[in-house]
Each structure stands twice: as structure tokens, then as C-alpha cells.
């Protein structure tokens, strides 16, 4: 599974800081909060979501000690504000420039 997740990688530009810093950064999350996830659980013998409802925490906790889920949520986040970023500069160029960029 995480085999064809990376093969994906060969379609992004590597070169950039940006996507490094997205890859590294949804990696070490992956490792970190599960990791955090299951050692409050170890010492409390709860998870460390507290609502009313006992499902919510169970959910919490399931979604939370996954390192593929965790990793990919920040990475689709990271993703989709690099990519809006990257909109809203290409914009301001345009606008800057006189308009717009065809002539």
C-alpha cells in the first residue's frame, strides 16, 4: 500500500523545498502522533479525547493511532494550502504585471 502511495511522488516536482518539506513533515507526523496516541493511552488507560459520547473517542483514537491516516491527512493538507498558495501568488503576479499574463 504505501508502495504505490510513493510511486505517486514520480508526478511531483522533487526538486522543490516545498514538497520536501510536505513529505518530511506528513512522515514525521505519521510517526510522532500515533506514537503520543499510544503511550497516553499506556499510562492513563483512556485516549486522550474526552467528549459525552464513547464513540467519538473510539473513533478519535482509531484515527489517530494510524501513522498512514495521520500521515496522509497532514500531507492532503499541506498539499491543498501549497497548491492555493501557489494560486493566489500566480494571481498577484498577474495582477501586478498589468493584468493578465496573455496578451
Known amino acids: 500500500m504505501s508502495s504505490a502511495g ?3 511522488l514520480q ?3 522533487l526538486n522543490s ?6 513529505l518530511g513533515f506528513s512522515l514525521f507526523m505519521g510517526l510522532s502522533v500515533p506514537q ?21 473517542n473510539e473513533l478519535m483514537l482509531v484515527i489517530f ?22 494560486k493566489m501568488s500566480e494571481q498577484m503576479v498577474g495582477d501586478i504585471g498589468g493584468g493578465s499574463l496573455s496578451t
Not at 65 to 86: C, E, H, K, L, N
Open 17 to 22: 523545498y516545498g514538497t520536501k518539506f510536505i
Open 65 to 86: 493511532t494510524s501513522s498512514p491516516t495521520v500521515a496522509t491527512i497532514v500531507g492532503m493538507f499541506f498539499t491543498g494550502r501549497s497548491d492555493t498558495t501557489t
Open 11 to 13: 508526478y511531483r516536482n
Open 36 to 56: 503520543c496516541f499510544n503511550d497516553y493511552v499506556v499510562t492513563t488507560g483512556n485516549g486522550p479525547v474526552h467528549s459525552r459520547s464513547t464513540w467519538f
Open 6 to 8: 510513493l510511486g505517486l
